[in-house]
Protein backbone atom coordinates (compact mmCIF):
# COMPACT_ATOMS: atom_id res chain seq x y z
CA UNK A 1 0.00 0.00 0.00
CA UNK A 2 1.03 3.26 -0.36
CA UNK A 3 0.85 5.94 1.77
CA UNK A 4 -1.85 8.41 1.92
CA UNK A 5 -1.14 11.63 0.60
CA UNK A 6 -3.74 13.32 2.12
CA UNK A 7 -4.08 12.47 5.43
CA UNK A 8 -7.06 13.94 6.18
CA UNK A 9 -9.23 12.28 4.32
CA UNK A 10 -8.31 9.28 6.27
CA UNK A 11 -8.87 10.96 9.61
CA UNK A 12 -10.79 13.21 11.24
CA UNK A 13 -14.65 14.12 11.03
CA UNK A 14 -14.46 14.16 6.95
CA UNK A 15 -13.09 11.08 6.94
CA UNK A 16 -15.45 8.84 6.34
CA UNK A 17 -17.41 9.80 3.50
CA UNK A 18 -14.84 9.42 0.51
CA UNK A 19 -13.73 5.95 2.18
CA UNK A 20 -17.71 4.91 1.38
CA UNK A 21 -17.55 6.56 -1.47
CA UNK A 22 -14.33 4.54 -2.78
CA UNK A 23 -16.04 1.66 -1.59
CA UNK A 24 -18.80 2.07 -3.58
CA UNK A 25 -17.08 2.82 -6.78
CA UNK A 26 -15.15 -0.60 -5.93
CA UNK A 27 -18.41 -2.21 -5.62
CA UNK A 28 -19.58 -0.55 -9.01
CA UNK A 29 -16.59 -1.84 -10.76
CA UNK A 30 -17.36 -5.28 -8.97
CA UNK A 31 -20.20 -5.61 -10.03
CA UNK A 32 -20.51 -4.58 -13.89
CA UNK A 33 -18.99 -7.11 -15.50
CA UNK A 34 -20.68 -9.52 -13.72
CA UNK A 35 -24.09 -7.81 -15.37
CA UNK A 36 -23.06 -7.09 -19.30
CA UNK A 37 -24.54 -10.91 -19.68
CA UNK A 38 -27.35 -9.20 -18.60
CA UNK A 39 -27.13 -6.20 -20.31
CA UNK A 40 -27.11 -7.72 -23.84
CA UNK A 41 -29.67 -10.00 -23.36
CA UNK A 42 -32.06 -7.30 -21.80
CA UNK A 43 -31.63 -4.88 -24.39
CA UNK A 44 -32.91 -7.42 -26.73
CA UNK A 45 -35.65 -8.78 -24.62
CA UNK A 46 -36.86 -5.17 -23.62
CA UNK A 47 -36.51 -3.41 -26.60
CA UNK A 48 -38.30 -6.63 -28.08
CA UNK A 49 -40.86 -5.56 -25.12
CA UNK A 50 -41.06 -1.57 -26.26
CA UNK A 51 -41.85 -2.29 -29.95
CA UNK A 52 -44.03 -4.62 -28.94
CA UNK A 53 -46.11 -2.21 -26.69
CA UNK A 54 -46.07 0.34 -29.45
CA UNK A 55 -47.28 -2.56 -32.42
CA UNK A 56 -50.39 -2.43 -29.67
CA UNK A 57 -51.14 1.45 -29.33
CA UNK A 58 -48.86 1.32 -26.32
CA UNK A 59 -46.08 3.91 -27.07
CA UNK A 60 -42.70 4.06 -25.20
CA UNK A 61 -44.04 6.30 -22.33
CA UNK A 62 -46.84 3.13 -21.05
CA UNK A 63 -44.01 0.74 -21.85
CA UNK A 64 -41.64 2.08 -19.81
CA UNK A 65 -43.76 2.38 -17.06
CA UNK A 66 -45.04 -0.55 -16.98
CA UNK A 67 -41.25 -1.58 -16.63
CA UNK A 68 -40.23 0.62 -13.85
CA UNK A 69 -43.07 -0.44 -12.16
CA UNK A 70 -43.37 -3.62 -12.81
CA UNK A 71 -40.58 -4.72 -13.53
CA UNK A 72 -41.26 -8.50 -14.62
CA UNK A 73 -40.31 -9.60 -18.33
CA UNK A 74 -42.24 -12.24 -19.10
CA UNK A 75 -45.17 -11.29 -17.23
CA UNK A 76 -45.13 -7.92 -19.65
CA UNK A 77 -45.40 -9.97 -22.51
CA UNK A 78 -48.23 -11.96 -20.89
CA UNK A 79 -49.72 -8.61 -20.32
CA UNK A 80 -49.71 -7.52 -23.69
CA UNK A 81 -53.04 -9.57 -24.45
CA UNK A 82 -54.55 -8.30 -21.18
CA UNK A 83 -54.15 -5.18 -21.59
CA UNK A 84 -55.58 -5.62 -25.27
CA UNK A 85 -58.90 -7.15 -23.75
CA UNK A 86 -61.46 -6.52 -21.10
CA UNK A 87 -60.57 -4.70 -18.05
CA UNK A 88 -59.37 -7.11 -15.58
CA UNK A 89 -57.66 -6.16 -12.94
CA UNK A 90 -58.02 -8.93 -10.67
CA UNK A 91 -57.33 -11.83 -13.04
CA UNK A 92 -53.99 -9.64 -13.50
CA UNK A 93 -53.45 -9.85 -10.52
CA UNK A 94 -53.52 -13.34 -10.25
CA UNK A 95 -52.12 -14.23 -13.59
CA UNK A 96 -49.06 -12.33 -12.35
CA UNK A 97 -48.56 -14.39 -9.05
CA UNK A 98 -48.61 -17.20 -10.94
CA UNK A 99 -46.53 -16.62 -13.58
CA UNK A 100 -44.35 -15.29 -11.13
CA UNK A 101 -44.36 -17.90 -8.36
CA UNK A 102 -40.58 -18.89 -9.19
CA UNK A 103 -39.38 -15.49 -7.27
CA UNK A 104 -40.64 -17.65 -4.04
CA UNK A 105 -37.51 -19.88 -4.78
CA UNK A 106 -35.54 -16.80 -4.91
CA UNK A 107 -36.86 -15.18 -1.60
CA UNK A 108 -36.43 -18.37 0.52
CA UNK A 109 -32.61 -19.01 -0.96
CA UNK A 110 -31.93 -15.72 -0.02
CA UNK A 111 -33.37 -15.18 3.40
CA UNK A 112 -29.53 -15.92 4.94
CA UNK A 113 -27.80 -12.83 2.36
CA UNK A 114 -30.34 -10.30 2.28
CA UNK A 115 -30.49 -10.54 6.39
CA UNK A 116 -29.16 -7.45 8.58
CA UNK A 117 -28.44 -4.76 4.84
CA UNK A 118 -30.47 -2.07 6.28
CA UNK A 119 -32.97 0.43 4.48
CA UNK A 120 -30.96 -1.29 1.03
CA UNK A 121 -32.84 -4.34 1.54
CA UNK A 122 -36.59 -3.40 0.35
CA UNK A 123 -35.02 -1.97 -2.52
CA UNK A 124 -33.33 -5.77 -3.56
CA UNK A 125 -36.51 -7.41 -2.85
CA UNK A 126 -38.81 -5.03 -4.96
CA UNK A 127 -36.44 -5.74 -8.38
CA UNK A 128 -35.54 -9.07 -7.63
CA UNK A 129 -35.17 -10.88 -10.88
CA UNK A 130 -34.63 -14.22 -12.57
CA UNK A 131 -31.06 -12.71 -13.23
CA UNK A 132 -30.20 -10.69 -10.21
CA UNK A 133 -30.76 -13.76 -8.26
CA UNK A 134 -28.95 -16.15 -10.58
CA UNK A 135 -25.60 -13.37 -10.15
CA UNK A 136 -26.45 -12.94 -6.52
CA UNK A 137 -26.50 -16.54 -5.35
CA UNK A 138 -23.81 -17.65 -7.52
CA UNK A 139 -20.63 -14.48 -7.92
CA UNK A 140 -19.66 -13.80 -4.41
CA UNK A 141 -17.93 -10.27 -4.26
CA UNK A 142 -14.11 -9.48 -3.97
CA UNK A 143 -13.24 -8.88 -0.89
CA UNK A 144 -12.39 -5.76 -0.22
CA UNK A 145 -16.26 -4.81 -1.48
CA UNK A 146 -18.87 -4.69 0.70
CA UNK A 147 -21.79 -7.66 0.41
CA UNK A 148 -24.46 -4.96 0.38
CA UNK A 149 -23.04 -2.56 -1.94
CA UNK A 150 -22.28 -5.53 -4.55
CA UNK A 151 -25.91 -6.96 -4.08
CA UNK A 152 -27.17 -3.23 -4.63
CA UNK A 153 -25.10 -2.40 -8.00
CA UNK A 154 -26.59 -5.64 -9.38
CA UNK A 155 -29.93 -5.28 -8.40
CA UNK A 156 -29.95 -1.47 -10.05
CA UNK A 157 -27.95 -2.12 -12.95
CA UNK A 158 -30.06 -4.66 -14.14
CA UNK A 159 -32.95 -2.71 -13.14
CA UNK A 160 -31.71 0.46 -15.57
CA UNK A 161 -30.87 -2.19 -18.38
CA UNK A 162 -34.42 -3.35 -18.66
CA UNK A 163 -36.08 -0.45 -18.27
CA UNK A 164 -33.66 1.46 -20.46
CA UNK A 165 -34.27 -1.05 -22.97
CA UNK A 166 -37.85 -0.91 -22.91
CA UNK A 167 -37.61 3.10 -23.56
CA UNK A 168 -35.51 2.65 -26.07
CA UNK A 169 -37.48 -0.06 -28.16
CA UNK A 170 -40.45 2.01 -27.94
CA UNK A 171 -38.82 4.76 -29.00
CA UNK A 172 -36.45 3.81 -31.36
CA UNK A 173 -37.31 -0.19 -32.30
CA UNK A 174 -38.66 0.71 -36.10
CA UNK A 175 -35.41 2.09 -37.36
CA UNK A 176 -33.10 -0.55 -35.93
CA UNK A 177 -31.76 -2.35 -39.22
CA UNK A 178 -29.14 -4.31 -37.32
CA UNK A 179 -30.42 -8.25 -37.49
CA UNK A 180 -30.78 -9.39 -32.98
CA UNK A 181 -32.34 -12.73 -34.01
CA UNK A 182 -30.89 -15.01 -31.30
CA UNK A 183 -29.10 -12.23 -29.03
CA UNK A 184 -31.73 -13.15 -26.20
CA UNK A 185 -29.66 -16.26 -26.08
CA UNK A 186 -27.34 -14.47 -24.24
CA UNK A 187 -29.71 -15.23 -20.74
CA UNK A 188 -29.78 -18.72 -21.34
CA UNK A 189 -26.52 -18.61 -21.98
CA UNK A 190 -25.95 -17.14 -19.09
CA UNK A 191 -27.79 -19.65 -16.88
CA UNK A 192 -26.05 -22.40 -18.73
CA UNK A 193 -22.73 -20.37 -17.11
CA UNK A 194 -24.20 -20.02 -13.71
CA UNK A 195 -25.06 -23.39 -13.70
CA UNK A 196 -21.97 -24.68 -13.98
CA UNK A 197 -20.67 -22.56 -11.78
CA UNK A 198 -23.12 -23.75 -9.14
CA UNK A 199 -21.46 -27.30 -10.48
CA UNK A 200 -18.34 -26.60 -9.51
CA UNK A 201 -19.57 -27.32 -5.64
CA UNK A 202 -19.55 -31.49 -5.20
CA UNK A 203 -22.38 -30.63 -2.41
CA UNK A 204 -24.33 -28.41 -5.43
CA UNK A 205 -24.53 -30.89 -7.97
CA UNK A 206 -27.55 -33.66 -7.04
CA UNK A 207 -29.33 -30.23 -6.44
CA UNK A 208 -28.60 -29.34 -10.03
CA UNK A 209 -29.42 -32.45 -11.70
CA UNK A 210 -32.45 -32.63 -9.44
CA UNK A 211 -33.28 -29.13 -10.81
CA UNK A 212 -32.99 -30.27 -14.32
CA UNK A 213 -34.50 -33.46 -14.25
CA UNK A 214 -37.48 -32.24 -12.65
CA UNK A 215 -38.29 -29.16 -15.22
CA UNK A 216 -37.76 -31.66 -18.40
CA UNK A 217 -39.88 -33.90 -16.47
CA UNK A 218 -42.78 -31.47 -15.98
CA UNK A 219 -41.94 -29.67 -19.46
CA UNK A 220 -42.71 -33.32 -20.86
CA UNK A 221 -46.13 -33.88 -18.88
CA UNK A 222 -47.47 -29.86 -18.60
CA UNK A 223 -45.93 -28.51 -21.90
CA UNK A 224 -43.98 -25.40 -22.30
CA UNK A 225 -46.87 -22.57 -20.70
CA UNK A 226 -47.24 -24.15 -17.67
CA UNK A 227 -43.96 -26.23 -16.71
CA UNK A 228 -43.19 -23.54 -14.22
CA UNK A 229 -44.96 -24.28 -10.86
CA UNK A 230 -45.08 -28.28 -11.32
CA UNK A 231 -41.57 -28.16 -11.78
CA UNK A 232 -41.36 -25.64 -8.16
CA UNK A 233 -43.67 -28.46 -6.29
CA UNK A 234 -41.63 -31.53 -7.93
CA UNK A 235 -38.26 -29.95 -7.03
CA UNK A 236 -39.37 -28.99 -3.81
CA UNK A 237 -40.91 -32.45 -3.15
CA UNK A 238 -37.52 -34.18 -4.30
CA UNK A 239 -35.46 -32.13 -2.17
CA UNK A 240 -37.18 -32.50 0.52
CA UNK A 241 -37.58 -36.33 -0.05
CA UNK A 242 -33.46 -36.64 -0.55
CA UNK A 243 -32.90 -33.75 2.47
CA UNK A 244 -31.00 -36.62 4.31
CA UNK A 245 -28.82 -37.67 1.40
CA UNK A 246 -28.25 -34.28 0.79
CA UNK A 247 -26.98 -33.26 3.89
CA UNK A 248 -24.56 -35.05 4.58
CA UNK B 1 -55.04 1.39 -26.71
CA UNK B 2 -57.96 -0.65 -26.02
CA UNK B 3 -58.39 0.35 -21.97
CA UNK B 4 -58.76 4.01 -21.01
CA UNK B 5 -55.14 5.15 -19.33
CA UNK B 6 -56.86 5.27 -15.94
CA UNK B 7 -57.72 1.48 -16.84
CA UNK B 8 -54.26 0.47 -17.83
CA UNK B 9 -52.32 2.02 -14.99
CA UNK B 10 -54.65 0.32 -12.85
CA UNK B 11 -53.83 -2.64 -14.44
CA UNK B 12 -50.07 -2.02 -14.12
CA UNK B 13 -50.68 -1.93 -10.69
CA UNK B 14 -52.25 -4.91 -10.50
CA UNK B 15 -49.58 -6.59 -12.28
CA UNK B 16 -47.16 -5.13 -10.12
CA UNK B 17 -48.60 -6.30 -6.77
CA UNK B 18 -48.90 -9.74 -8.04
CA UNK B 19 -45.40 -9.78 -8.93
CA UNK B 20 -44.46 -7.63 -5.73
CA UNK B 21 -46.21 -10.58 -3.55
CA UNK B 22 -44.28 -13.58 -4.83
CA UNK B 23 -40.72 -11.17 -4.16
CA UNK B 24 -41.77 -10.40 -0.52
CA UNK B 25 -43.83 -13.27 0.06
CA UNK B 26 -40.96 -15.59 1.59
CA UNK B 27 -39.61 -12.23 3.14
CA UNK B 28 -42.66 -11.90 5.28
CA UNK B 29 -43.16 -14.98 6.21
CA UNK B 30 -39.69 -15.16 7.88
CA UNK B 31 -38.61 -11.87 8.75
CA UNK B 32 -35.29 -11.06 9.84
CA UNK B 33 -35.95 -11.17 13.70
CA UNK B 34 -36.64 -14.49 13.86
CA UNK B 35 -34.81 -18.00 12.80
CA UNK B 36 -36.61 -19.68 10.07
CA UNK B 37 -37.07 -23.29 10.63
CA UNK B 38 -34.56 -25.57 10.14
CA UNK B 39 -36.55 -26.94 6.17
CA UNK B 40 -36.24 -23.54 5.20
CA UNK B 41 -32.89 -22.80 5.89
CA UNK B 42 -32.00 -26.60 4.40
CA UNK B 43 -34.65 -25.51 0.84
CA UNK B 44 -32.46 -22.34 1.06
CA UNK B 45 -29.51 -23.95 0.60
CA UNK B 46 -30.06 -26.34 -1.73
CA UNK B 47 -32.34 -24.56 -4.02
CA UNK B 48 -30.10 -22.35 -6.19
CA UNK B 49 -28.35 -24.98 -8.14
CA UNK B 50 -31.85 -26.92 -8.57
CA UNK B 51 -32.94 -23.22 -9.66
CA UNK B 52 -30.05 -22.79 -12.35
CA UNK B 53 -31.21 -26.07 -13.88
CA UNK B 54 -34.74 -24.63 -13.64
CA UNK B 55 -33.75 -21.75 -15.87
CA UNK B 56 -31.62 -23.14 -18.08
CA UNK B 57 -34.59 -25.84 -19.20
CA UNK B 58 -36.94 -22.86 -18.77
CA UNK B 59 -35.16 -20.66 -21.89
CA UNK B 60 -35.38 -23.77 -23.79
CA UNK B 61 -38.87 -24.85 -23.31
CA UNK B 62 -39.99 -23.37 -26.42
CA UNK B 63 -37.72 -25.73 -28.79
CA UNK B 64 -39.12 -28.69 -30.91
CA UNK B 65 -36.88 -31.28 -31.20
CA UNK B 66 -39.19 -32.89 -33.68
CA UNK B 67 -39.59 -29.70 -36.13
CA UNK B 68 -36.87 -28.39 -38.00
CA UNK B 69 -34.14 -27.74 -37.28
CA UNK B 70 -34.67 -29.91 -34.44
CA UNK B 71 -32.70 -28.25 -31.35
CA UNK B 72 -29.56 -28.46 -33.35
CA UNK B 73 -28.52 -24.77 -32.80
CA UNK B 74 -29.58 -24.22 -29.09
CA UNK B 75 -27.49 -27.81 -29.11
CA UNK B 76 -24.71 -26.21 -30.60
CA UNK B 77 -24.79 -23.29 -28.79
CA UNK B 78 -25.41 -25.09 -25.11
CA UNK B 79 -22.23 -27.14 -26.13
CA UNK B 80 -19.99 -24.09 -26.58
CA UNK B 81 -21.21 -22.38 -24.10
CA UNK B 82 -20.24 -25.42 -22.23
CA UNK B 83 -16.51 -25.72 -23.88
CA UNK B 84 -15.64 -22.24 -23.60
CA UNK B 85 -16.05 -21.97 -20.46
CA UNK B 86 -14.42 -25.48 -18.93
CA UNK B 87 -11.80 -24.08 -21.18
CA UNK B 88 -10.86 -20.30 -19.94
CA UNK B 89 -13.45 -20.30 -17.28
CA UNK B 90 -14.13 -16.86 -18.34
CA UNK B 91 -17.86 -16.10 -17.45
CA UNK B 92 -18.00 -13.10 -20.27
CA UNK B 93 -16.23 -15.13 -23.01
CA UNK B 94 -18.36 -18.39 -22.70
CA UNK B 95 -21.79 -16.22 -22.38
CA UNK B 96 -20.37 -13.86 -25.80
CA UNK B 97 -19.01 -16.69 -27.76
CA UNK B 98 -22.24 -18.92 -27.20
CA UNK B 99 -24.32 -16.04 -28.30
CA UNK B 100 -22.19 -15.62 -30.75
CA UNK B 101 -22.42 -18.90 -32.38
CA UNK B 102 -26.10 -19.10 -31.63
CA UNK B 103 -26.98 -16.08 -33.57
CA UNK B 104 -24.46 -16.68 -36.45
CA UNK B 105 -26.80 -20.49 -36.97
CA UNK B 106 -30.05 -18.99 -36.31
CA UNK B 107 -29.38 -16.35 -38.78
CA UNK B 108 -27.10 -17.72 -41.36
CA UNK B 109 -27.14 -21.34 -41.21
CA UNK B 110 -30.79 -22.81 -40.10
CA UNK B 111 -33.30 -19.71 -41.95
Given at each position: ????????????????????????????????????????????????????????????????????????????????????????????????????????????????????????????????????????????????????????????????????????????????????????F??T???????????????????????????????????????????????????????????? | ???????????????????????????????????????????????????????????L??V?????P?GIPEAAAV???????????????????????Y??L??????
Amino acid sequence: MLPDKRPDRVRGMGAERPIKTRGRMRALRAALPATIPVLTGYLCLGMAYGVLMATKGYGPLWSTLMSAIAFGGSMQFVAITLLTTAFHPLQAFLLSVMVNARHMFYGLSLLDKYRGLGKVRAYLIYVLSDETFSIVSTVEPPADVERKDFYFFISLLDYCYWVGATALGGLLGSVITFDTTGMDFALTALFVVLFLEQWKKKENRPSGVIGLICTAASLALFGADNLVIPAMILITAVLLGGRKKLCT
Amino acid sequence: MYLTPAQTLLMILAIAAGTQLTRWLPFLLFPESRRPPAVVTYLGWALPPAVMGLLVVYCLKNVSLLAAPHGIPEAAAVAATVILHRWRGNVLLSIAGGTAIYMLLVQLVFV
